[in-house]
């Protein structure tokens, strides 16, 4: 069985990369592939503490090229993409220079102001990358970097929640409406955005993750200015247990997502497979994924979501579900995944 090493800053949390890179580890495993996972954080087969994002230092060329001999195949999960540790990035494309890789791109240098003027990504012959949107892929394509489109994808009918004991351990009174914003707090999720939305609806706000690179100060000026009530964080009071993503789903009414840039944006899927409506930012891939047909709700207009809520309508839910289902199943990576491998130069047997 050919062995695939998955490297990349962290590995096995629920940021998008790690859920990503869990549903191709999975795809490859049904081709199968072992995988084999090295990050710089994470429960990891093999943890090298110099990829992670704030890194004082990279790790060394043999560290990588001991962590990745078994595989016959490397998947690089963004650490190659986004500068957010550029010494570990170039360690690990000097290791793969001549061997068959995976570059998975979620997120490109220019697509954010603070790397704005740093290279794009590292190519070799022997490598293929992949996008998550179209738009980093014509992208990549305006500096001679060819690559393929994979779009994330979801369980149509993923596990059903607990509402009631959800809403009831965050103190949310029955009636009440709950807007979740499924994210972390950062600039870019445009969390004020969010707060206004739910005001907006006469909800109570629920940030689903926490506060990232340093935002937490004003994380907490926001919520102290927020004209509606909030609630942050996954845990319930007295409970023994977190909530997951299927009860966070479950517990509310609608779905926010803000945000001013996603790569993909996850939630905007995932409500659809969770039957829930979304009001989402004008970033610009959302327009790209509105056009597979999804019908949604403007994040900056509270009183179209307002009076959805007033006369749900389950024929909008319906219709959503299905595009998710059509075009965004995680059912097909792993047809999807084979037909990349298959443009790679002759692998290791």
Same mark, same amino acid.
């Given at each position: 069985?050919?062995?695939?090493?998955?490297?990349?800053?962290?590995?096995?949390?629920?940021?998008?990369?790690?859920?990503?890179?869990?549903?191709?580890?999975?795809?490859?495993?049904?081709?199968?592939?072992?995988?084999?996972?090295?990050?710089?954080?994470?429960?990891v087969d093999i943890g090298l503490p110099g990829l992670a994002m704030d890194a004082t230092e990279p790790p060394t060329a043999s560290e990588?090229?001991?962590?990745?001999?078994?595989?016959?195949?490397?998947?690089?999960?963004?650490?190659?993409?986004?500068?957010?540790?550029?010494?570990?990035?170039a360690v690990v494309a000097a290791a793969c220079a001549g061997r068959p890789a995976l570059l998975h791109h979620h997120d490109l240098p220019?697509?954010?102001?603070?790397?704005?003027?740093?290279?794009?990504?590292?190519?070799?012959?022997?490598?293929?990358?992949?996008?998550?949107?179209?738009?980093?892929?014509?992208?990549?394509?305006?500096?001679?970097?060819?690559?393929?489109?994979?779009?994330?994808?979801?369980?149509?009918?993923?596990?059903?929640?607990?509402?009631?004991?959800?809403?009831?351990?965050?103190?949310?009174?029955?009636?009440?409406?709950?807007?979740?914003?499924?994210?972390?707090?950062?600039?870019?999720?445009?969390?004020?955005?969010?707060?206004?939305?739910?005001?907006?609806?006469?909800?109570?706000?629920?940030?689903?993750?926490?506060?990232?690179?340093?935002?937490?100060?004003?994380?907490?000026?926001?919520?102290?200015?927020?004209?509606?009530?909030?609630?942050?964080?996954?845990?319930?009071?007295? !409970? +023994? %247990?977190?909530?997951?993503? =299927?009860?966070?789903? &479950?517990?509310? /009414?609608?779905? $926010? *997502?803000?945000?001013?840039? @996603?790569?993909?944006?996850?939630?905007?899927?995932?409500?659809?497979?969770?039957?829930?409506?979304?009001?989402?930012?004008?970033?610009?891939?959302?327009?790209?994924?509105?056009?597979?047909?999804?019908?949604?709700?403007? !994040? +900056? %207009?509270?009183?179209?979501? =307002?009076?959805?809520? &007033?006369?749900? /309508?389950?024929? $909008? *839910?319906?219709?959503?579900? @299905?595009?998710?289902?059509?075009?965004?199943?995680?059912?097909?990576?792993?047809?999807?995944?084979?037909?990349?491998?298959?443009?790679?130069?002759?692998?290791?047997?």
């Amino acid at each position: 069985m050919p062995t695939a090493s998955m490297i990349s800053f962290r590995l096995g949390g629920d940021d998008g990369v790690s859920v990503e890179a869990a549903k191709w580890a999975g795809a490859l495993d049904v081709l199968g592939w072992r995988v084999h996972t090295v990050a710089g954080s994470g429960p990891v087969d093999i943890g090298l503490p110099g990829l992670a994002m704030d890194a004082t230092e990279p790790p060394t060329a043999s560290e990588v090229r001991d962590a990745l001999a078994p595989a016959d195949l490397v998947v690089i999960e963004n650490l190659c993409s986004l500068p957010l540790n550029p010494g570990a990035g170039a360690v690990v494309a000097a290791a793969c220079a001549g061997r068959p890789a995976l570059l998975h791109h979620h997120d490109l240098p220019w697509q954010r102001p603070r790397f704005e003027g740093f290279p794009p990504p590292p190519d070799d012959p022997f490598w293929a990358h992949v996008t998550i949107n179209a738009r980093s892929r014509r992208e990549l394509a305006a500096h001679d970097i060819t690559a393929t489109t994979v779009y994330n994808t979801f369980d149509p009918d993923p596990p059903a929640g607990r509402r009631a004991e959800t809403r009831r351990g965050l103190g949310v009174a029955h009636g009440t409406r709950l807007l979740l914003q499924p994210t972390r707090a950062l600039p870019r999720k445009n969390i004020e955005g969010g707060l206004a939305l739910a005001a907006g609806v006469g909800g109570t706000y629920w940030l689903l993750g926490p506060a990232e690179d340093g935002y937490g100060h004003e994380l907490e000026r926001l919520v102290r200015d927020a004209r509606c009530p909030v609630v942050l964080g996954r845990g319930r009071p007295g !409970a +023994d %247990d977190e909530v997951t993503v =299927a009860d966070a789903y &479950a517990a509310c /009414d609608a779905v $926010l *997502l803000p945000s001013t840039w @996603e790569g993909f944006g996850n939630p905007s899927v995932e409500s659809a497979t969770h039957r829930r409506p979304l009001a989402i930012g004008a970033y610009p891939v959302a327009a790209e994924l509105a056009a597979f047909g999804f019908r949604w709700f403007r !994040a +900056d %207009d509270p009183g179209a979501l =307002a009076a959805w809520l &007033a006369e749900p /309508d389950e024929d $909008l *839910l319906r219709h959503n579900h @299905e595009v998710a289902a059509t075009h965004f199943n995680v059912a097909d990576l792993p047809a999807r995944l084979e037909a990349v491998l298959s443009r790679l130069p002759s692998l290791r047997a």
